[in-house]
T-cell receptor, first 116, second 114 residues
């Protein structure tokens, strides 16, 4: 049962335009959401996060929106740059969290390609 | 600089062999995790550990074993019982107190069965 889903395996965007990556979740117990960026043969790096008490969090060119009623979040990158080309993973925490350790549940990832 | 080191970066294993992947962190994090990445399936949790000498199975623990004898180290053994071990393996760590969330990941080990 995939609790966190990224239904678009890939996305291609023109440099300078907005990139929008989507993520859906099914577990209403999730209370914290994160986006990670991953280059080939490297580990993911943290990008931005949002708590369930908010509906928007912004950090420079990156903004994450959370729609709790729809169980949907999205990552907006504007303007998109060539260095943004990577795989982006959505992750969620809180559903079944064991005291102490954070069991993040990841989506399948979306490969973003920024075209010059 | 603090971080997580995974070694080796590439590893080849023959059918029927056990192989151990190394993960070391100097972030003073209590919790450590092992994930596996397969194409189209995202990251799946294999094992995690909240404290030294304690670890718990994740979603896909069959065919794997771990140990946590030191806070800094969380090695993963891929045994011959793992039916499809070829994958990219990621180690991560995190704090267990406070309100901060999120992992720090290592750079990964790509395991190929030959």
């Amino acid at each position: 049962d995939q609790q966190v889903k990224q239904n678009s395996p890939s996305l291609s965007v023109q440099e300078g335009r907005i990139s929008i990556l989507n993520c859906d979740y099914t577990n209403s117990m999730f209370d914290y959401f994160l986006w990670y960026k991953k280059y080939p043969a490297e580990g993911p790096t943290f990008l931005i996060s949002i708590s369930s008490i908010k509906d928007k969090n912004e950090d420079g060119r990156f903004t994450v929106f959370l729609n709790k009623s729809a169980k949907h979040l999205s990552l907006h990158i504007v303007p998109s740059q060539p260095g943004d080309s990577a795989v982006y993973f959505c992750a969620a925490s809180g559903g079944g969290r064991i005291q102490g350790a954070q069991k993040l549940v990841f989506g399948q990832g979306t490969r973003l390609t920024i075209n010059p | 600089d603090g971080g997580i080191t995974q070694s080796p970066k590439y590893l080849f294993r023959k059918e029927g062999q056990n192989v151990t992947l190394s993960c070391e962190q100097n972030l003073n994090h209590d919790a450590m995790y092992w994930y596996r990445q397969d194409p189209g399936q995202g990251l799946r949790l294999i094992y995690y550990s909240q404290i030294v000498n304690d670890f718990q199975k994740g979603d896909i623990a069959e065919g794997y074993s771990v140990s946590r004898e030191k806070k800094e180290s969380f090695p993963l053994t891929v045994t011959s019982a793992q039916k499809n071990p070829t994958a990219f393996y990621l180690c991560a760590s995190s704090i267990v107190t406070g309100t901060a969330y999120g992992y720090t990941f290592g750079s990964g080990t790509r395991l190929t069965v030959v």
